[in-house]
């Protein structure tokens, strides 16, 4: 099946912590997406990446890091600078003939302690 | 710049009500108009786009025409079901700003039985 998978969908980590968020897509596109979805807040992009080795900040770019080694994975790291990083954290690829629609993972609800 | 409104929730409405949940945006450009819809834990899904003015976009019961005059996009429904329970963000794309896309807070809605 082709599809965007996150893992894990629940992440539970101490303060002070860096932790990694997965994501991997198989149906060969381009751009991926990270975002942050905060309770009764739309999302907020966090990183994209249009190609393979290159990625850009998005609006709420601090305390994250992100690489994008494959085509396929665009992992986030959240570091322990990020001050307040408890959120439900998506995922999301365009196709590149569709570069203006995104499609999204299940999430990953990230909770720290 | 860009942004989206849409309209506060929560809504709650019986079985086979009329849906109505409006949408308005600020473009500088020529956007692409999308609702996404979010069920309990999961990610968003797209459940309709339009992709310029007087288009309308439809799936699963569900209408929206991108109406350049009004700069809105309501989402419309003529008989909900319980199943329809769920959070719905109106989004749009913007080609000018590189296709970022620009979420509406969500809208929750409840249908009873």
């Known amino acids: 099946d082709g599809g965007i998978t996150q893992s894990p969908k629940y992440l539970f980590r101490k303060e002070g912590q860096n932790v990694t968020l997965s994501c991997e897509q198989n149906?060969?596109?381009?751009?991926m997406y990270w975002y942050r979805q905060d309770p009764g807040q739309g999302l907020r992009l966090i990183y994209y990446s249009q190609i393979v080795n290159d990625f850009q900040k998005g609006d709420i770019a601090e305390g994250y890091s992100v690489s994008r080694e494959k085509k396929e994975s665009f992992p986030l790291t959240v570091t322990s600078a990020q001050k307040n990083p408890t959120a439900f954290y998506l995922c999301?690829?365009?196709?590149?003939?569709?570069?203006?629609?995104?499609?999204f993972g299940p999430g990953t609800r990230l909770t720290v302690l | 710049g860009d942004s989206v409104t849409q309209m506060e929730g929560p809504v709650t409405l019986s079985e086979e009500a009329f849906l109505t949940i409006n949408c308005t945006y600020t473009a500088t450009g020529y956007p692409s108009l999308f609702w996404y819809v979010q069920y309990p834990g999961e990610g968003l899904q797209l459940l309709l786009k339009?992709?310029?003015?007087?288009d309308k976009g439809s799936n699963k019961g569900f209408e929206a025409t991108y109406r350049k005059e009004t700069t809105s996009f309501h989402l419309e429904k003529g008989s909900v079901q319980v199943s329809d329970s769920a959070v719905y963000f109106c989004a749009l794309s913007d080609r000018r700003t590189g296709n970022q896309f620009y979420f509406g807070t969500g809208t929750s809605l409840t249908v009873i039985p």
């Open positions: 339009a992709t310029k003015a007087d």
């Open positions: 149906l060969n596109h381009d751009a």
């Open positions: 999301a690829s365009s196709p590149p003939h569709l570069l203006d629609t995104q499609y």
